[in-house]
């Protein structure tokens, strides 16, 4: 570990805290109201379910913290990877951003049912990560290969073989509908088509640089979606 425990746990709760408030303020500025509800009930959630994972890992695997504080499109090695970080950040921001917008000038209307059905979705997909990062202490933020690292095909890897994207992605989709918005599916479809792209170029890397992944790509033969892709 690089990092003292102490500045690893510090730095990983000081990004939590920023976290929370940078997302409420994105939520709350936008709509120019604190009556949003969709927004509240998706902001609990959505925090609740990071920091109860955040809580999880920093008394369980250290490591696994550390090697996700490395995140950004700074942190990457390779151009193609560095272009699609920052789309991916680009895309991300409009997912969270058009929807309060929506919600202030009124341009959709999500039925009661579907938002809560949506938080539950989000909530799913979180639950999913949470089982990547328990499965998978190499879990990176960055296409990187440990020297200590093999190729983990139990638990949700046994399903796909990219499950924490999936259950980003799934998360992703329905965070939109979680905000009562329609129009912020919008930036949902260039960021699959961004992550899809990143997935395939990780997929290069591991096969050239992690033993054993071409086997496993054999046995588990879907990236992101079961039975389909």
Known sequence: MDKPVNNIKKQAIGGLAALAVVLWLALFLPAWSLDYWQAWIYWFIFLGCVSAISVYFLNKDLNLIASRLKTGPTAEKEKSQKLANSLISIFFVLLILIPPFDYRYQFSNVSLVLVLASNVFVALGLLIIFLVFKENSFASATIEVN???????TGPYGLVRHPMYTGALLMLLFTPLALG???????????????????????KFLLKNLSGYAEYCKKVRHR???FTW
């Open 147 to 153: 020297k200590e690292q093999k190729v983990i095909s």
């Open 181 to 203: 918005s329609i129009w912020g599916l919008l930036a949902f479809i260039p960021m699959f088509s961004v992550i899809a792209f990143r997935v395939v170029e990780e997929e």
């Open 224 to 226: 992101l979606i079961p």
